[in-house]
């Protein structure tokens, strides 16, 4: 693993400019509910916890009490969860060409890697370490358990996994205990940033994926915001209070009437919400609503790229 790798920005001169993705950006074929359910201890149906946010779902169905048996689930489910978008996934190439300065994913897996790099997950774990994983803190303060500050670099992408690797099962972030641990380690790393944002913005060293979440310009996609990733939340609530110049966030996703209360909390938190025109039905017709996501990406990854575009403009 190579350390001390962080950048740093002048931030009264241009913003980085960031990806927020998640498993939606692939639609039917990864849904952490059906992930979930298949790490439980039983079987269980979907419709028994259907109203239970998923973190809590996960707290009940899975090991929790045993690493080695709930790790065992992980491996075996997220072959499968790896294999999605992987082929001719044109889509995904076109997303990964712009020129991000950080991709931050939920996915615990790997398609954005191996779509810039396909060797990447034919690498062994050892070559990964050496080749591709970075940390942007010193070995000596490495919390090796953290993904925090730690990242892929492949050629020029940085992908932070916020919610752990699959390389790394202790580093996943699946179940409310876990969330909370990770909100935990959030505030720890806050603190130790201090008022840096606002006094040192002309040159700000990123040393977690929290700094390019607070301090870019962040477009997410593929991610539904659910209350489940009160991580998130919690950031969107501290970002409001920091008294540094914060960046914007663009939230993309079609109009769904279901949602409409989500959509007005995010615009309290000041994320700009974008449907590109494109709304669900509300029969929840499956082939309606395959054709309008398979539209709705293309056009939201257009609408990025031109954003980030005139951005780097800027410079």
């Known amino acids: 693993m190579k350390y001390n790798t962080r950048k740093h920005f002048n931030l009264t001169v241009r913003r980085p400019q960031v990806l927020l993705f998640g498993n939606g950006f692939f639609h039917e074929e990864c849904k952490w509910q059906d992930f979930i359910v298949r790490c439980s201890r039983q079987n269980f149906c979907k419709t028994d916890f259907k109203d239970v946010p998923y973190s809590i779902m996960a707290d009940i169905i899975t090991d929790v009490a045993d690493d080695r048996a709930r790790h065992a689930k992980y491996e075996e489910q997220l072959k499968h969860f790896n294999e999605c978008g992987e082929v001719n996934n044109k889509r995904l190439a076109e997303l990964v060409k712009i020129e991000f300065d950080a991709i931050i994913t939920t996915n615990y897996t790997y398609q954005i890697e191996n779509q810039i790099d396909s060797r990447f997950s034919r690498c062994s774990s050892d070559t990964w370490r050496k080749k591709y994983a970075c940390c942007a803190r010193s070995k000596a303060k490495k919390n090796a358990g953290s ?14 996994h ?109 994320v700009k919400y974008e449907t590109l025109g494109a ?15 398979d539209k709705f990406y293309n056009d939201a990854i257009a609408d990025i790229s031109k954003r980030v575009q005139e951005k780097e403009g800027l410079k």
């Open 147 to 160: 993904s925090l500050n730690t990242y892929n670099r492949v050629e020029k992408h940085d992908i932070w």
């Open 162 to 270: 916020m919610h752990g690797e699959a390389r790394r099962k202790s580093s996943i972030v699946l179940t409310h205990d876990e969330y909370g641990r990770l909100v935990s380690s959030i505030i720890e790393e806050l603190k130790s940033v201090k008022n840096k944002y606002q006094f040192y913005n002309d040159d700000v060293e990123f040393k977690s994926w929290i700094d390019y979440f607070l301090m870019g310009d962040v477009y997410i996609l593929g991610l539904g915001m659910d209350y489940s990733e009160f991580d998130l939340w919690w950031l969107l609530t501290r970002r409001m209070r920091e008294n540094a110049e914060v960046g914007r966030i663009v939230f993309y996703e079609p109009y769904d009437s279901n949602q409409a209360q989500k959509y007005m909390v995010l615009a309290q938190l000041g």
């Open 279 to 293: 709304k669900l039905p509300t029969d929840g017709n499956p082939e309606k609503i395959n054709k309008i996501f």
